[in-house]
């Protein structure tokens, strides 16, 4: 371990200063001690964040598992004719707003694979009536792939798509489809779906239209260390031009039931060192989530003093890691995810999907207000 190098990171962290391509890679080493970085990541997120942790009242909705693309990492998608296809009613996506409204949430996760007898209005639809039906549930829906999807089947600009979803309900935009951004990587698990210069370009025309997004990265599999700096740098460069993103949520590979099941699912260790990288090369990014559904809740629990400050929510109906052997519970209670986040000495903050406060009555699950803008987590840079 090299400890000067280690000495002027700590330095560039301390001062505010933007660390490089080559200080990623370098704290990436098996050999720059976890604790450490662990450490300065900390300090970043306590600068950012203070001792708060956040999660959400959420629930997720995957219309359809049919899926045109054939992603390697993917367990979730299938063919039309497979015994597991499915796309649901319009009655069914009803009938999950409604219990969404009836169990306190305030967010519905919305994506689903690309069904190619499924016409670009049907998406719209879905989105409509959703909204028409529970106006208060903030529809979080649609990766860049899928806006690209979009693209091929409406004919029209990204723009004109995400005007299209704005108006039918559309509140912000999750983080997928965006794996690892480097073509080495990328062409060889999922080779035929958006590049990195249209997710981007995605993302950079939505915050663009005042929306705002998450970022992720899938990691654990066949990339390594520099696809990864490459990965949160290009993000950390759209961050620097239009900073539209809300949260950074580092994806752990989860192997089973896909096309590479092979590969071991990433150690704890490899989990905790990349929320740490994370936070200290995304310096302009306001959140990092630790995804319980994807570490288990005792990583996930620990990443709050590796960076994370946020660990999404109580989560129902998650189908497409439980479908890659996540052995996670299919939902956390408030008063448990509460519990965790104590346990881990922070204090805990119901969020909406825009990370404002969430301000809850007495009894009732639908009786809640959001109030001003959370300031610790607004400080962006
Ligand atoms: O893009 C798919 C990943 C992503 C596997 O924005 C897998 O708040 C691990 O992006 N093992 C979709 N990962 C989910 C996602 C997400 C999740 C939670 C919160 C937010 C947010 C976004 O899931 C895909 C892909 O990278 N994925 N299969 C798998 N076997």
């Known amino acids: 371990m090299n400890h000067g190098r280690l000495e002027t990171i700590r330095k560039k962290v301390e001062d505010g200063e933007r660390l490089s391509f080559d200080d990623g890679l370098f704290l990436y080493q098996p050999s720059t001690p976890l604790n450490e970085i662990g450490a300065l990541a900390n300090l970043v997120r306590e600068r950012k964040n203070g001792n708060l942790a956040f999660y959400n009242i959420n629930t997720h909705l995957n219309p359809t598992n049919v899926c045109v693309y054939r992603c390697s990492f993917c367990a979730f998608r299938s063919d039309l004719r497979d015994a597991k296809a499915y796309v649901m009613s319009d009655e069914q996506i009803l009938q999950r707003g409604q219990e969404a409204v009836d169990s306190g949430c305030t967010e519905m996760h919305i994506v689903g694979g690309l069904h190619h007898q499924k016409k670009y209005d049907w ?6 009536i959703l909204h028409q039906a529970y106006p208060r549930l903030h529809l979080k829906a649609w990766t860049a792939v899928e806006i690209n999807w979009f693209e091929f089947l409406a004919q029209k600009s990204i723009r004109a798509i995400i005007q299209d979803m704005v108006d039918a309900g559309l509140g912000s935009m ?17 080779e035929h779906k958006a590049d990195a210069s249209k997710w981007v370009d995605v993302h950079r025309t939505a915050h663009q239209m005042g929306l705002k997004t998450n970022a992720t990265m899938l990691y654990g599999h066949i990339e390594n260390e520099f696809h990864r700096v490459d990965h949160l740098v290009r993000l950390r460069e759209l961050q620097d031009e239009t900073g539209g993103f809300q949260v950074f949520i580092p994806l752990a590979f989860h192997p089973d039931n896909t096309g590479l099941a092979h590969i071991k699912k990433p150690s704890a260790i490899v989990d905790l060192r990349t929320m740490a990288v994370s936070r200290l090369m995304l310096d302009n990014f306001p959140h990092i989530k630790a995804y319980w559904i994807m570490l288990g809740i005792g990583t996930a629990q620990a990443a709050l003093a590796y960076g994370a400050d946020d660990l999404d929510g109580t989560v129902r109906h998650e189908l497409i890691y439980h479908d890659a052997g996540a052995t996670t519970p299919e939902v956390l209670s408030v008063e448990e995810i509460q519990r965790l986040i104590r346990e881990a000495g922070r204090e805990p903050v119901e969020r909406d999907t825009l990370y404002r406060r969430v301000v809850r009555g007495d009894g009732v699950p639908q009786g809640w207000e959001v109030t001003e803008p959370i300031l610790a987590a607004q400080t962006g840079a």
Do not use: D, M, N
Not at 123 to 128: E, G, Q, S
Not at 174 to 190: L, M
């Open 123 to 128: 998406y719209v639809h879905l989105i409509r």
């Open 174 to 190: 999750p983080g997928g489809g965006a794996e690892i951004f480097h073509p080495e990587v990328r062409g060889q698990i999922c």
